[in-house]
């Protein structure tokens, strides 16, 4: 079994360059399935979700070319299959972004149920919603969902929450809808925008994208494309604190700074010297990091994919910190691995008090999800002695050569293979 070990570094100095995020390229890839001309994609981060999103593309009769590193080139004119394979889709919560192209090249999509990260229930009730205002039945049973139509029809949906995934999903069939649809309460994440500008780029008319109103006027065909991912702010947000906590000195490189004001805003709260660039953001962490405070929200919010590498800085910071989880319902479980390395927080319901400012001790811990195993790591850079971090799928979903990342700036990490 592969496990990643981390030893206490000392502080983390040098510069690191951001991979394309996760969060864009498996929406993007999704809706590749649109297209009926080449589209080449750039940028593409080597993780995991990106594969079983191919084989997903593949299984659909989709044609998938891995090219250079981080390049894709994906035809998907023939698809000729609606129904995915229960074994991709139990893998991974993004899996159900293909059912937004696939209604609309097909008319038709049958999927189980999404896995992925076990972070709260992760309903999907606004993604059928959608569906439903843009004239398609949806038929649900246990664990599988068909939906069909025959006529594609704009429509006005509002979402009662700003979802990402329900926000993407619906934009994905209504650009081959007839006419217009316009989704109110929309997201308003980066990885919404740079999917809209994909659409764009293979024909689709959308506006608005970025604001909580987005416009979709539909069109008959779509064409090919070439693309660039975004970088990605999470796991740029992370090195960033990885420089912090370690009261180092680290350039993160390739980020677009204006995705990252929460986290710069609560880095510099907390006494580090945060220095913007146009694609860079330099953080040099304070000797003696303050207690800060976080609530998760929609974007432009406080990302709730960087409060468990929050609460991991926190237990640095002096004084008692409060971190409110206001997107998912239970996503604290790294909180309990962290007490296994003597940090002292309390958890009730959706709020966790940090005491910091107290030397955390290496343990063996588990990656509960994706996020929770960034935080392990980044705990474990400051504890004493060694942190043995298991379950480490998870962080493979979403952190591409993370070890090496890390080793880059001077972290004592790797990789290894332990019987158990
Ligand atoms: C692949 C991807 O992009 N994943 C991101 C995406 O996940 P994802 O798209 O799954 O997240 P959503 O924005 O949909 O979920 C946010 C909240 O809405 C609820 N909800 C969602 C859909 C629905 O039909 N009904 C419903 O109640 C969820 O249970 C959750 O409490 O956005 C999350 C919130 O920023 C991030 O943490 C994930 O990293
Ligand atoms: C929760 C996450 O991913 P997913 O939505 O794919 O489970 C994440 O990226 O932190």
Do not use: W
Not at 142 to 150: P, S
Not at 187 to 194: F, R, S, Y
């Amino acid at each position: 079994m592969e496990k990643i070990q981390v030893t206490s570094s000392g502080p983390l100095r040098g510069k690191v360059r951001v991979s394309g995020a996760k969060n864009a390229a498996l929406p993007i890839i999704a809706a590749s399935l649109l297209g009926t001309e080449d589209i080449y994609l750039e940028e593409v981060p080597d993780l995991k979700d990106v594969k079983i999103m191919c084989q997903v593309l593949e299984s659909l009769g989709a044609d998938v070319q891995p090219l250079g590193p981080g390049e894709l080139k994906i035809n998907a004119s023939k698809i000729n299959n609606y129904k995915t394979k229960y074994e991709l889709m139990s893998k991974m919560r993004a899996s159900f972004l293909v059912m937004g192209p696939l209604l609309g090249r097909l008319g038709r999509t049958e999927n189980s149920l999404p896995g992925g990260c076990n972070i709260g229930s992760r309903p999907i009730d606004l993604h059928l919603k959608g569906f439903r205002a843009l004239g398609v039945e949806v038929e649900e049973d246990i664990g599988n969902v068909l939906a069909y139509t025959d006529h594609l029809q704009g429509g006005r949906i509002y979402l009662d929450f700003p979802s990402v995934g329900a926000t993407e999903n619906i934009m994905m069939a209504a650009v081959l809808a007839e006419g217009e649809t316009i989704i109110d309460n929309a997201a308003m994440e980066p990885e919404i925008v740079d999917l809209a500008s994909f659409l764009g780029k293979l024909g689709a008319r959308v506006t608005g994208a970025g604001t909580s109103t987005i416009r979709i006027r539909g069109v008959k065909e779509l064409g090919g494309t070439k693309h660039s991912i975004i970088p990605d702010r999470i796991e740029a947000g992370t090195l960033m604190v990885a420089g912090a906590i370690t009261g180092g000195d680290v350039l993160v490189e390739n980020i677009i700074p204006s995705h990252m004001k929460p986290i710069i805003a609560k880095l510099q709260e907390a006494g580090c010297l945060v220095e913007e660039f146009d694609d860079a953001v330099r953080v040099k962490g304070g000797q003696d990091l303050k207690a800060i405070n976080i609530k998760t929200l929609p974007y432009p919010g406080f990302p709730t994919d960087m409060q468990a590498q929050f609460i991991a800085l926190m237990t640095q910071c002096k004084g008692t910190s409060t971190a409110i989880e206001t997107v998912f319902e239970n996503r604290f479980m790294h909180v309990d691995e962290l007490k296994k390395m003597k940090a002292d927080i309390s958890v009730d319901e959706r709020v966790a008090m940090i005491s910091g400012g107290k030397k955390l001790k290496g343990a063996k811990v588990n990656a509960t999800d994706l996020r929770a195993g960034a935080a392990l790591i980044l705990a474990g850079l400051v504890a004493d002695g060694v942190t043995e971090v298991g379950e480490i799928y998870h962080i493979d979903r979403g952190y591409e050569n993370i070890e090496e990342k890390f080793r880059s700036l001077g972290a004592n990490i790797q990789r290894v293979q332990v019987d158990q």
